[in-house]
C-alpha cells in the first residue's frame, strides 16, 4: 500500500506536464545521432567490423539457433538484408537502430517516474557514452540486447506499479527475445529478482500472478531456440563457458581491473558531459539553481531511486564479485548493457530550470557525439590509410572479392561464384561483394553454415586463407584447401603502400557432375 501512494503522489506531481511536445525533440535527437554514426562510418569504412559481417554471413538464413550465439541479432539483420542488400554500411545503421531503440525506452521509464524533460536529459547523457555512441555502431550481440535489457526494466517497473497483466506478459516476450539475443540476460533478470526481494513484492499476490503470466510467455518465446539447443548439443553455451575461462585467479584478477578500467573510459563521455553542465551553469548559473532548489533526485520516490540503484548497479557489482570468487575471465565489452541507468544516476546532482537545463545537455551531447563520430571515422578511415595501419576499417573486401572472382571466371566459365569457403572475415568479405547469391562455406564446415544443404561443393566453391587475417587456418579448410584441384596465391596491399600485403592463399573446386546434369543450385 505504501508503495502505491508513493507512487500515486510521483503522478500528481508530474501531473500535466508535457511529454506529447518533446516526443518529436526525442525521435529528432534519436534518428539524428543514427544517421550520422551510420554515414560517418559508411563513408569511412571500406569493410564493416568483425562481428558485424559475422551477423550478414549468418543472415543468410533464419535459423533457430548458431555454433557462437543464439539467433535473435541475426533475425533483425535477415530482414533488413531482405531489404538493402549486403551494403558494408548495414552493420553500422543494425547497431545504431539497437542504440536509439534501446534509448527511446529508456526516456519512456524516465517519465514514469520523473517529468519528461529531465527523462531526456538523462536520456541524452547515457547516449554520449562509448556503447550508445562508438560502440553503439559495432552490431553484435551486446549492442543488439540493448533495446531489450532498456525494454524489459521498463516492462518491469510499469508492471510492478501498475499492476496490468499486459505489461507482465510483454515483459516475459521481451525478456525471452533478450536471452535469445546473448545468454548474459539472466545477469539483469538476477537484478531484477534482487529488487523484488528487497521491496518484498513477492509478498503480494498480484505479483505472483503476474510474474506466473511472465514466465508463461517467457516459455513460449524461448521455446523453439530450446529446442534447437537440445538437438544440437547445446553448442552456444559450450561456447559461452570456454569464454570464460581465465587461466587462475591471478590472470582472472588482471581481467577485472582491466574491466573496471575500461567501463570508466567507455563511460567518460557521459561524465564530461555532465562536468561541462556543471561547469556552465557555474559560469552563467541557471535561474532556480541556487541552495535552496530542490535536486531532481530529490524529488524521486524512495521506492524509484531503490528501483534505479538495485537494478542499474546489481549488474556490474555481482559480474565483478563473480568473476573475482570463481577466477572467470571478463571482457570489457560484455559490460554493454550494465548501464542504460546511469543518465538518471546524473540527475541527482542537479537543479534548476529544466528548460534552460535541458538546452544545455542538448547543446553538449551533440556537440560530443559529432566530435567523436567525425574523430572516429577519421582516425579510422583517412589516417589508418595513410599510416597503412593493417586496420579492419580500410581492408579492401571489395578489390580482393573482384580479384579473385576474375580468377575464378577464368578457370571455370559459365558457372558464377556461388560458394566461398574460408573463415567468416575473409569469405565474407568476398561474399557480400558477389551479391546475395554467394554464400561463405565457414571453415569449411557444415555445423557452422546451415544455410548451405547437404552438398554445399556441388557446384564447385573457392577455398581462401590467409595468414596475414586471421594467422593459422582451421585445419578442416586447410584440408580443404589442399584438396582443390586448382591453387595459387595472389598479394594485395592492405591500404597504402605502408601497409602490409594480404596473402590470399586460394584454391578452386569445380563444379561436378551433380551440378551441371540435375541444376543443382543452394537454398
Known amino acids: 500500500m505504501e508503495t502505491h501512494i508513493l507512487h500515486l503522489q510521483g503522478s500528481q506531481r508530474r501531473a500535466g506536464e508535457p511529454a506529447a511536445g518533446l516526443e518529436l525533440q526525442v525521435v529528432l535527437y534519436l534518428a539524428g545521432m543514427a544517421l550520422l554514426w551510420t554515414l560517418l562510418c ?16 549468418w543472415a543468410s538464413s533464419l535459423e533457430l539457433g548458431y555454433t557462437k550465439h543464439p539467433p535473435a541479432p541475426s533475425w533483425l539483420m535477415y530482414f533488413l538484408t531482405r531489404i538493402f542488400g549486403r551494403p558494408v554500411w548495414l552493420p553500422f545503421f543494425a547497431g545504431q537502430l539497437m542504440s536509439a531503440l534501446a534509448l527511446w525506452f529508456l526516456w519512456r521509464l524516465g517519465r514514469e517516474f520523473t517529468t519528461p524533460r529531465k527523462a531526456f536529459m538523462a536520456m541524452m547523457l547515457v547516449s554520449v557514452s562509448i556503447y550508445f555512441s562508438l560502440r553503439g555502431t559495432i552490431y553484435n550481440h551486446n549492442t543488439a540486447q540493448l533495446w531489450s535489457v532498456a525494454a524489459s526494466t521498463w516492462l518491469l517497473y510499469r508492471a510492478l506499479k501498475h499492476q496490468r497483466l499486459s505489461s507482465w506478459a510483454w515483459l516475459g516476450v521481451v525478456s525471452g527475445l533478450s536471452i535469445q ?35 508463461l510467455t517467457f516459455a513460449v518465446t524461448i521455446s523453439p531456440h530450446l529446442y534447437w539447443l537440445a538437438s544440437n548439443a547445446f553448442m552456444p553455451l559450450r561456447y559461452a563457458d570456454n569464454s570464460l575461462e581465465a587461466g587462475g585467479h591471478l590472470q582472472a584478477l588482471g581481467h577485472l581491473l582491466s574491466f573496471a578500467l575500461d567501463q570508466l573510459a567507455r563511460l567518460s563521455p557521459m561524465l564530461v558531459a555532465w562536468l561541462a553542465w556543471h561547469a556552465w551553469n557555474k559560469r552563467r548559473p541557471v535561474a532556480g539553481a541556487g541552495t535552496a532548489a530542490m535536486r531532481y533526485g530529490a524529488q524521486f520516490t524512495e521506492w524509484d531511486r531503490s528501483f534505479l540503484l538495485w537494478i542499474g548497479l546489481a549488474p556490474v557489482l555481482s559480474t565483478m564479485l563473480v568473476s573475482a570468487v570463481l577466477g572467470t575471465r571478463l571482457v570489457a565489452s560484455w559490460g554493454t ?72 571466371q577464368r578457370h571455370v566459365p559459365g558457372h558464377p561464384l556461388t560458394l566461398v569457403a574460408s573463415d567468416t572475415w575473409l569469405g565474407g568479405n568476398i561474399a557480400i561483394h558477389r551479391g ?56 594485395i596491399p592492405w591500404s597504402s603502400e605502408k601497409s602490409p600485403l594480404i596473402d590470399l592463399n586460394w584454391g578452386i573446386i569445380p563444379p561436378g557432375e551433380r551440378c551441371a546434369a540435375k541444376g543443382h543450385a543452394r537454398r
Open 42 to 57: 559508411g563513408i569511412s569504412h571500406r569493410a564493416p567490423d568483425l562481428d558485424g559481417l559475422e551477423e550478414l554471413v
Open 181 to 215: 539475443t546473448k545468454y548474459s540476460a539472466v545477469i539483469q533478470f538476477t537484478a531484477f529478482f534482487l529488487f523484488m526481494l528487497r521491496q518484498g513484492s513477492f509478498r503480494d499476490a498480484r505479483n505472483l500472478k503476474g510474474l506466473a503470466l511472465a514466465l
Open 337 to 408: 548493457t550494465f548501464f542504460v541507468l546511469y543518465g538518471f544516476y546524473l540527475l541527482w546532482w542537479m537543479r534548476g530550470d529544466e528548460r534552460v537545463n535541458l538546452r544545455r545537455i542538448a547543446v553538449l551531447c551533440i556537440a560530443l557525439h559529432v566530435l567523436m563520430a567525425v574523430s572516429y571515422a577519421l582516425a579510422r578511415g583517412p589516417l589508418a590509410w595513410h599510416t597503412g595501419r593493417d586496420s579492419r576499417s580500410t581492408f579492401p573486401g571489395a578489390v580482393i572479392s573482384q580479384q579473385l572472382n576474375d580468377i575464378w
Open 436 to 491: 546475395p547469391e554467394a554464400q561463405v562455406f565457414i571453415n569449411g564446415k557444415p555445423e557452422e553454415s546451415p544455410w548451405l544443404d547437404e552438398a554445399p561443393l556441388a557446384c564447385g566453391a573457392l577455398v581462401v586463407y590467409s595468414l596475414e587475417t586471421r594467422g593459422e587456418p582451421d585445419p578442416v579448410l586447410k584440408a580443404l584447401h589442399a584438396s582443390a584441384t586448382i591453387q595459387g596465391r595472389l598479394d
